[in-house]
């Protein structure tokens, strides 16, 4: 879901240790980017789904009806070994990102099933894509390097249900990746994936009145086939989880950590030739803190992540921080 904020006028009960503004986060938000090294590499070693991205502070809570936003500063430092790609490719890539990502988020006064309808979009800006690449093809070695910056995908989010029980709030959403964004298949770096995908998800948060917070949120990107390279990514599972404690009404201190696996192997002219297959896996962890300020009249929300990858099987391994703001219209 969309990211969002909560107006300055709603508040939780004033009891101990619970925050007393929970504009405090996010409507648990897919940060659907992913940059596209190479045609192959890129399919095979990278998704839509970014670790950390889709779960946050109280993400199963829903602010009262109206708009909100949250921008994030993103920087993603990795690399993957050299892995074999159909006998032709053996490629060792480093790649650095930096990225922002405006979510907008419209709470509507709509009631079905006994839930809150909610809508939202994600619109990604790349400043800086940068990639060191080392393939080796029949026997032959290349060394390049290359940049790139403009828009990702979008990411529509057209429906999602909030229900709310006491300390239990769960949503229920579908998000779809939709890919406008620069894309070439002769280029080394490219800002879309170029194919369709479709992203149920289910978000879930307790926060009971102690002041304790376990949000988390599980989802599974069904991928489209990228026609320009007839290349399918395989269907991919991921679970993000935070446990956080509000140490004030207006911070709170978590941690963070997400997994990944890829539920079938991709398909398409060189993973097909693979013994194996060829399919990812991932998990990391890292901590995580929320503060809340003011700026002049305007309440803010301040989000803040480090996500260290301690497992990655096919998949790149590295680092992603990020700064998000998030407020109300």
């Not at 709603?10 to 980017?33: I, K, T």
């Not at 390049?144 to 429906?159: C, E, K």
């Not at 978590?254 to 539920?263: H, I, P, R, S």
Request: charge should be negative; charged fraction near 20%.
């Amino acid at each position: 879901m969309p990211a969002r904020c909560l107006a300055a006028d709603y508040r939780y009960p004033r009891l101990e240790g619970r925050p007393s503004r929970p504009w405090l986060s996010v409507f648990a938000a897919p940060l659907l980017l992913s940059i596209a090294a190479s045609a192959h590499a890129s399919e095979g070693a990278s998704s839509i789904y970014v670790p950390g991205a889709y779960n946050d502070f109280a993400a199963g809570l829903a602010p009262p009806p109206g708009v909100y936003a949250r921008n994030d500063l993103v920087r993603y430092e990795g690399e993957i070994g050299t892995r074999p790609l159909g006998g032709r490719l053996d490629a060792g890539l480093e790649q650095t990102l930096w990225f922002n990502l405006l979510k907008l988020t419209w709470v509507t006064d709509v009631e079905w099933l006994g839930a809150t309808y909610i809508a939202g979009i994600n619109i990604p800006y790349v400043f800086d894509v940068s990639v060191d690449l080392n393939a080796e093809f029949a026997g032959q070695e290349r060394f390049s390097t290359g940049s790139n910056d403009g828009f990702g995908d979008p990411y529509l989010v057209p429906i999602a249900l909030n229900w709310a029980n006491g300390a239990h709030h769960t949503t229920a959403a579908v998000g779809v990746n939709i890919p406008v964004g620069r894309y070439d298949e002769d280029d080394r770096i490219n800002l879309g994936r170029h194919y369709w995908a479709i992203d149920p998800t289910i978000t879930y948060s307790w926060l009971p009145a102690s002041g304790w917070d376990l949000s988390l949120t599980a989802g599974i990107l069904f991928n489209f086939e990228n026609d320009a390279t007839d290349y399918t990514t395989g269907d991919e599972f991921h679970l993000d989880v935070l446990a956080a404690k509000y140490v004030t009404p207006g911070f709170g201190l978590g941690v963070a950590g997400y997994v990944y696996e890829q539920l079938e192997s991709d398909s398409g002219p060189v993973p097909d030739r693979l013994d194996d297959g060829f399919r990812s896996s991932g998990a990391g962890v890292g901590p995580a803190f929320m503060k809340s300020v003011s700026l002049g009249q305007t309440p803010v929300t301040l989000i803040g992540k480090w996500l260290h990858d301690v497992s990655s099987e096919n998949r790149f391994d590295g680092d992603t921080v990020s700064l998000s703001a998030a407020w109300a219209f």
